[in-house]
């Protein structure tokens, strides 16, 4: 009902930058929540950024004064701008959404882009 797509990512060298896109489709009357998650060989996804519709975006420890995400609602899109990567980066990044969907809302998740971080 709701597919996810993202793109941007790919080989970058440390201490450059990276801007993620995630576009979402499909019947969806309104979306709330969206969040740009992490997962690193052999570790747990984490949150990496969350923007809520009219308020002050947060992100993880790791990442902030580095990242800046953002949506444009017209396109039902969001986004991460990654600057001064480091190795630790180095992940597969993936866009959650939390879209109204007919009368019921639920989170969608996208299938994921490799972001790799060369020292």
């Known amino acids: 009902q709701v597919q996810l797509v993202e793109s941007g990512g790919g080989l970058v060298q440390a201490g450059g930058s990276l801007r993620l896109s995630c576009a979402a489709s499909?019947?969806?009357?309104?979306?709330?929540?969206m969040d740009w998650y992490r997962q690193a060989p052999g570790k747990q996804r984490e949150l990496v950024a969350t923007?809520?519709?009219?308020?002050?975006?947060t992100y993880a420890t790791s990442v902030k004064d580095r990242a800046t995400v953002s949506r444009d609602n017209a396109k039902n899109a969001v986004y991460l701008q990654m600057n001064s990567l480091k190795s630790e980066d180095t992940a597969v990044y993936y866009c959650?959404?939390?879209?109204?969907?007919?009368?019921?809302?639920?989170?969608?998740w996208g299938k994921g882009t490799q972001v790799t971080v060369s020292s």
């Open positions: 499909g019947r969806i009357i309104s979306i709330g929540t």
């Open positions: 923007i809520n519709p009219g308020e002050t975006p």
């Open positions: 959650n959404v939390y879209a109204l969907v007919g009368s019921k809302w639920d989170a969608y």
